[in-house]
Nanobody
Framework: QVQVVESGGGLVQAGGSLRLSCTVSGNIISTDVLGWYRRATGNQRNLVATISSEGATTYADSVKGRFTISRDDRKKTMYLQMNRLTPQDTDVYLC???????????????WGQGTQVTVSS
C-alpha cells in the first residue's frame, strides 16, 4: 500500500512564503512523476507544478517565477517552495505520486489528502 502525506500548509500574509512537503511511503520500487495540484472548486484539481524522475519541471502560468518544485528521492519527499504568495493562492494543495510497486508492473497514481494554504490580504 502506498501512502502520500502532505505537510507545511498554514496561514500567511500576502507577500509571504511557505514550503510544502509531500512524503511518499510504502512498498515502492520506483517513483515517476510527482505533482502538486490545488483543489479549486468541487472535485476539480488544477495543476500547480510537476517534476519528473529526471528533474524536468512544469508549472502553471500563475505560479511561474514564484513557486519552485523539487524532490529528494533518498527521502522520498517532494517540496513546493511558495514565494510572494497572494490571496488567490489560497486553496487546498494536494500531492499526486506515480509509483511502481512491483518490478515490471504498471505505474499507478496515488493522491494525498491535501494541506490547506490560506493567504490573508
Amino acid at each position: 500500500q502506498v501512502q502520500v502525506v502532505e505537510s507545511g500548509g498554514g496561514l500567511v500574509q500576502a507577500g509571504g512564503s511557505l514550503r510544502l512537503s509531500c512524503t511518499v511511503s510504502g512498498n515502492i520500487i520506483s517513483t515517476d512523476v510527482l505533482g502538486w495540484y490545488r483543489r479549486a472548486t468541487g472535485n476539480q484539481r488544477n495543476l500547480v507544478a510537476t517534476i519528473s524522475s529526471e528533474g524536468a519541471t512544469t508549472y502553471a502560468d500563475s505560479v511561474k517565477g514564484r513557486f519552485t518544485i523539487s524532490r529528494d528521492d533518498r527521502k522520498k519527499t517532494m517540496y513546493l517552495q511558495m514565494n510572494r504568495l497572494t490571496p488567490q493562492d489560497t486553496d487546498v494543495y494536494l500531492c499526486k505520486a506515480r509509483v511502481q510497486q512491483t518490478r515490471g508492473g504498471d505505474y499507478r497514481e496515488t493522491w494525498g489528502q491535501g494541506t490547506q494554504v490560506t493567504v490573508s490580504s
